[in-house]
């Protein structure tokens, strides 16, 4: 035979593992039973034959099949890792106590994508280092009991883009991103313990925290939104029939800081505006810091404005300042 075409062929069987150790991605398929992220046998360059390999930080991974993957705490050396993942079909990711996954996001515009069905349970650690457009973009369920850390740096338009049903007992984290958390259309989104989303300090960039457009959002928690540049954004896009639900609830907290544009905003949709609901006991507190206006355009600038009263908020309406 040829050594030249020898070599090739030789090359091309091979190719896969050199690609990882020269850090070129590919893509690996979960094809194994119910079982554990860090099995060898279970990842499949075809989603055919078994790899004998694991996801490296390069590599984008797959599960799409109506299978559950458990990440275990302390897999060596980084624990669980990939470039971007998707999740589809009925598929269940579930990150254990003292589990992580780290996601790099490189050059990949849905970094997390969970498709409809899909299951993703995290009570460990879930790192996502960027995208090129949504770091995590959800059409199933999410249920966080652990740490969500999303690093946009900037890059991200959308740090989460919900269109599925989330649950958050946890942390979340979203730093620096174009819109922090969007609840679009079908979305239900309860937040049963924090979320802190932090813009550019530097006002480098425009960016949003929320952006609830014809979704449900309901926090019983915290919300923290830091150096952002419109901090919650009321849309309808759409469908006039529809009433997103935006509530505050008694005992949970909102907090804007440091907006250099608009604290709420209202963009009217078919001549609909989204209430924004802050039940008795609740805290909705805005320091805009002189900034900017905190809340609609023609509204004065209120410098510190807390509510503590059953109010549904609506574009224009006075506010009592304290």
């Not at 279970?42 to 390069?58: E, G, K, Q």
Request: negative net charge; glycine residues 10%.
């Amino acid at each position: 035979m040829n050594r030249t075409l020898f070599l090739c062929i030789s090359f091309l069987l091979i190719s896969p593992s050199i690609f990882a150790q020269l850090g070129i991605g590919n893509t690996l398929y979960y094809i194994g039973p119910d079982g554990i992220w860090d099995d060898p046998m279970a990842w499949s360059y075809d989603n055919t034959t078994p790899c004998s390999c694991l996801p490296t930080i390069n590599d984008d991974a797959k599960i799409l099949n109506a299978v559950i993957v458990d990440v275990l705490p302390f897999i060596p050396p980084f624990g669980a890792q990939a470039n971007s993942l998707e999740i589809s079909n009925g598929a269940v990711l579930n990150i254990n106590v003292d589990g992580s996954l780290t996601l790099e996001g490189a050059n990949v515009n849905e970094t997390f994508y969970i498709r409809s069905g899909a299951t993703f349970n995290n009570s460990g650690t879930l790192q996502i280092n960027g995208s090129e457009f949504k770091v995590i973009y959800n059409f199933g369920n999410i249920n966080n009991e652990g740490l969500i850390n999303l690093d946009a740096n900037g890059n991200a338009f959308n740090g989460i883009d919900d269109y599925g049903t989330t649950v958050n007992n946890g942390e979340i984290v979203i730093n620096s991103p174009g819109y922090g958390l969007i609840t679009a259309k079908d979305c239900t989104f309860t937040n049963n313990g924090a979320i802190f989303i932090n813009g550019d300090p530097d006002g480098g960039f425009l960016n949003t925290g929320i952006r609830h457009n014809m979704g449900n959002f309901h926090n019983y928690g915290i919300v923290e939104i830091i150096n952002i540049n419109t901090g919650i954004e009321l849309h309808n896009f759409g469908d006039p029939s529809v009433i997103p639900e935006f509530i505050n609830h008694t005992d949970a907290i909102i907090t804007v800081i440091n907006n250099r544009g608009n604290g709420v905003s209202w963009v009217e949709d078919d001549g609909i505006n989204v209430p924004f609901v802050n039940e008795e006991g609740s805290t909705f507190l805005l320091n805009s810091n002189g900034l900017a206006q905190p809340l609609c355009g023609s509204c004065p600038p209120y410098y510190l404005l807390e509510v503590n009263a059953e109010e549904d908020f609506e574009a224009n309406e006075n506010f009592e300042v304290k």
